[in-house]
Each structure stands twice: as C-alpha cells, then as structure tokens.
Nanobody, 124 residues
Framework: QVQLVESGGGLVQAGGSLRLSCAAS????????MGWFRQAPGKEREFVAA????????YYADSVKGRFTISRDNTKNTVYLQMNSPKPEDTAVYYC?????????????????WGQGTQVTVSS
C-alpha cells in the first residue's frame, strides 16, 4: 500500500507561482509512475501531468504545457508540481496518484493510489 499526502495548495495570484508536493509513505515510490490530476467545481477530474519512475519521461496536458513542471525526488519519496504563471482556470483540487510499473498512463483509471487532494485557487 502506498499512502499519498498532498500539500502546498492555497491562494495564488494569476501570474505568480506555487509548488505542490506529494509525500508518499508505506512503500518507496522508486518503481512507481506518478501523476497529478485536478478537479474543478462542476467538472470531471482531468489529467495534468505524469512522470516515469526514473523521472526520464514527463507528460503534460496541453492546458498546462510550458507553465507547469512535474518532478520527483525518489530519495525523499516525494513528487512535485511546480505551477508557474497560473491562470484562474487552473483553480481546482489537485490530486497526486501512483501506479506501479514503467508505463506512464494518462488515464486516471490506471492509477491505483490517490491522495486526498489539495485546493488551489488562482485569483485574477
């Protein structure tokens, strides 16, 4: 079992920056692909970014490409989402997720472990 806890959410002005963290416990995430998803009010949860177990491959939703960066520190069992130049439409609850293996799926149904989420609100 892997437990995931997100932190770093809050209120940020558009054009600012924010870094989300996802701390894992229970097992090392060294062999896990990690992803970030988000859910805005009244909308379905959607893919944001994902990173392979080694950090060598990253994928982003078109809506955040060039602004957000996913990274990981396996020595700290932690994954990060650096949010630069956020926009009001990035306002959502952000979730960290994990799935074991070398594939980097973009579909949330392929992730086995989820955090409880952290709220990000971007003001204009």
């Amino acid at each position: 079992q892997v437990q995931l806890v997100e932190s770093g959410g809050g209120l940020v002005q558009a054009g600012g920056s924010l870094r989300l963290s996802c701390a894992a416990s229970g097992r090392t995430i060294r062999s896990y692909t990690m992803g970030w998803f988000r859910q805005a009010p009244g909308k379905e949860r959607e893919f944001v970014a994902a990173i392979s177990w080694s950090g060598g491959m990253t994928y982003y939703a078109d809506s955040v490409k060039g602004r957000f960066t996913i990274s990981r520190d396996n020595t700290k069992n932690t994954v990060y989402l650096q949010m630069n130049s956020p926009k009001p439409e990035d306002t959502a609850v952000y979730y960290c997720a994990a799935t074991r293996g070398v594939r980097v799926p973009l579909g949330q149904q392929e992730y086995d472990y989820w955090g409880q989420g952290t709220q990000v609100t971007v003001s204009s």
